[in-house]
């Protein structure tokens, strides 16, 4: 059944028609134009009227760490390694019911603030996977690994590192052909993973042919301790060990030499901007002007709550725009459109689902509707500027993925959204209650 969509416009990469019109059907776009202009509708088609709303195509968080919305609220004034080591020390409390709740409450509210797709490195096992099918979001799923016989989360799992390559393997077996779902690699970092284990990992992604999630010179901090330990910057390390020639979504790449950024888009490594984490944690401004001017696969991430604290990728945008100007003393450093064109098409292409992240005729039918009746849409005559500079989250009314309604009219279709706030708050007294027992 053919889906029509009317509204006062829709905004795509490149791309804005007023009085909109959008057609879809079996989860693909198949007409997109002016009102009145794509001929007569289809028989039994479903029409939605939209006015006072435009279409936007769904939005792609780079990186994230979804079921940390448990921790939101943690060490909020600390430093990159002390916030670590407070943020690790609540995760060896975690039951595979708290991550659930952790990951269907990030799924809540990136869905409400216009999120269809994003890619997560954290504990992943089939049902958690399912859980993201069955709410109808786009994942890259990567299962964290730090050593081959180091167990990350022992309330969640038994698996070492060791065990969790081939689990990683089986995870996209199983989950092979379904397109809402890929998996990744997830060696955290390279300050983290032991240098055997990391090429390790390289090897079964080259072999396999998926794709490693990993961050990469976040902090100051991080770069002292590889120069302190190998002599090398992590981004030259993860060079050496071959880590390029494996598929890569680097995240963050805060301080990535300007010859790292050349040997990582060279090699077609796709790069998360998280810039809102970044400032939070006093890591530092990545370059993302010249991840830009290089043509680099590119992505923003919000990162983790715990270092951000919301997911709402809108935010991102406007700080991505605005942080650049500033430091470069330039308003041109960083357009609307080209922020607006990596939270949607270049940011989907980035972690792999090049299908979507654009209105066009062929593409997913990865939608999101806003709202511009309130009074910070008066007035709008800029849409692609509205949209970056003055929309936010709260401006999403209506969200679908792969054509399926997934919020409608402010209201979840997909999740229970009572039951697992309260699940929710269950999970976060629990955790902090059993690490301060501990303690």
Not at 10 to 25: C, H, I, N, Q, Y
Not at 59 to 76: C, E, K, P, W, Y
Not at 284 to 289: E, H, I, K, S, T
Request: hydrophobic share 45%; aromatic share 6%.
């Amino acid at each position: 059944m053919t889906t029509v969509l009317y509204a006062d416009a829709l905004v795509t990469a490149g791309k804005t028609v007023l009085d909109a019109e959008l057609r879809f059907a079996n989860g693909r776009i198949t007409a997109v134009g002016a009102k009145g202009s794509l001929g007569a509708l289809p028989a039994g088609a479903k029409v939605r009227d939209l006015r006072g709303r435009i279409l936007i195509p769904g939005l792609t968080n780079g990186h994230t760490h979804s079921a940390m919305t448990l921790l939101r609220g943690v060490s909020d004034d600390h430093g990159f390694m002390p916030w670590l080591a407070e943020v690790q020390a609540l995760e060896q409390h975690l039951t595979e019911e708290d991550v659930l709740a952790g990951l269907q409450l990030a799924m809540l509210e990136m869905i409400a603030s216009g999120t269809t797709a994003f890619a997560d490195m954290y504990v992943w096992n089939s049902r958690l996977i399912q859980a993201v099918s069955e709410a109808g979001m786009r994942v890259v799923a990567a299962p964290a690994t730090v050593a081959p016989d180091v167990v990350m989360f022992p309330g969640v799992t038994a698996r070492d590192g060791a065990a969790e390559l081939a689990h990683t393997a089986q995870l996209a077996e199983e989950f092979h052909g379904d397109p809402l779902i890929k998996i990744a690699f997830g060696p955290h970092a390279p300050y983290s993973v032991p240098r055997e284990f990391f090429v390790e990992t390289i090897a079964h992604a080259k072999e396999s042919g998926l794709p490693i999630h990993t961050h990469i010179s976040e902090s100051p901090a991080e770069v002292a301790q590889m120069l302190d330990r190998v002599g090398k910057t992590p981004g030259d390390y993860l060079r050496d060990l071959g880590l390029l020639d494996a598929k890569v979504l680097a995240a963050h790449c805060v301080h990535l030499t300007a010859g790292e950024i050349g040997d990582y888009v060279a090699a077609g490594a796709a790069l998360s901007h998280n810039p809102v984490s970044n400032l939070k944690l006093g890591n530092g401004v990545a370059d993302f002007p010249e991840w830009l001017a290089s043509g680099a696969q590119v992505s923003l991430g919000t990162d983790s709550v715990a270092s951000n604290n919301n997911l709402d990728l809108f935010e991102e945008m406007k700080l991505a725009a605005m942080l650049h100007r500033g430091v470069r003393h330039d308003a041109a450093a960083v357009t609307a459109e080209s922020v607006f064109e990596v939270a949607t098409k270049r940011g989907a292409k980035a972690i792999g689902f090049a299908g979507s992240g654009e209105l066009a005729v062929g593409k997913c039918a990865d939608i999101v509707a806003l709202n511009v009746t309130g009074v910070n849409a008066i007035p709008h005559d800029n849409l692609v500027s509205h949209i970056v500079f003055a929309a936010g989250g709260h401006d999403v009314t209506d969200v679908w993925v792969n054509g399926r309604a997934l919020y409608k009219d402010g209201e979840h279709l997909t999740l229970d959204a009572q039951n697992i706030k309260q699940r929710a708050r269950v999970s976060a007294a629990r955790i902090r209650a059993a690490a301060a027992e501990k303690a």
